[in-house]
């Protein structure tokens, strides 16, 4: 069953923190994985594209990584600021058909 | 660039009333989607339109929900009657085209439906 699990539920930091947050899926055959961020009460917007052949990718303050063999991502937030604060959803989808398998999220909380 | 536009932005209605939300994607985009994001989960897609042609509605309750999206553009997804477990946030998206997830899906900001 394809399936997209994300770790911590939630996370709390203080600003100028670094953190990072976890993605581990199921979904085969593998085509991309998307990292997005969604402030509260917009919807998503995306951050990065990631897939098979790619190791790292960054944006801006966010970098995220993939595994392929193991089947997990992380997102590697450097020197967070208060306007990080939001929920971080991965979107892993899968190849010859229009799968895309979210998860539930992690819900990050930047404190001053 | 105009993005994808929702109306309304909230809603709150009786249970088995009825209900319905607008979506009106960004130019060009051929591919629509709706979801369903109920609180504290990640988004669950429940139709995916190309132009004015359903590619998925396999996650749609369709005794209850029904959605269209005439000439390929506007779409509408409507509820009759809701239940108390429809409480959640509609999302819609748009991309240029489907891939397979690699044309980026852009959101609109939600309407947010309440059911007491």
């Known amino acids: 069953k394809n399936q997209v699990e994300q770790s911590p539920q939630s996370l709390i930091i203080l600003e100028g923190k670094n953190c990072t947050l976890q993605?581990?899926?199921?979904?085969?055959?593998?085509?991309?994985l998307r990292w997005y961020k969604q402030d509260t009460g917009r919807g998503p917007v995306s951050l990065t594209i990631m897939t098979f052949s790619e190791n790292t990718k960054s944006n801006g303050r966010y970098t995220a990584t993939l595994d392929a063999d193991t089947k997990q991502s992380s997102l590697h937030i450097t020197a967070s600021q208060l306007s990080d604060s939001a929920s971080y959803i991965c979107?892993?989808?899968?190849?010859?058909?229009?799968?895309?398998?979210f998860g539930a999220g992690t819900r990050l909380t930047v404190k001053p | 660039e105009a993005g994808v536009a929702q109306s309304p932005r909230y809603k709150i209605i009786e249970k088995r009333q009825s209900v319905a939300f607008w979506c009106n994607p960004i130019s060009g985009h051929a591919t629509l989607y709706w979801y369903q994001q109920i609180l504290g989960q990640g988004p669950k897609l429940l139709i995916q339109f190309q132009n004015n042609g359903v590619v998925d509605d396999s996650q749609l309750p369709k005794d209850r929900f029904s959605a269209e999206r005439l000439k390929g553009v506007d779409s509408t997804l409507k509820i009759q009657p809701a239940k108390l477990e429809d409480s959640a946030v509609y999302l819609c998206a748009s991309s240029l085209g489907l891939a397979g997830g690699f044309y980026e899906q852009y959101f609109g900001p939600g309407t947010r439906l309440t059911v007491t």
């Open positions: 993605c581990n899926y199921t979904v085969s055959p593998f085509s991309n």
């Open positions: 979107v892993v989808s899968a190849w010859n058909n229009n799968d895309m398998r």
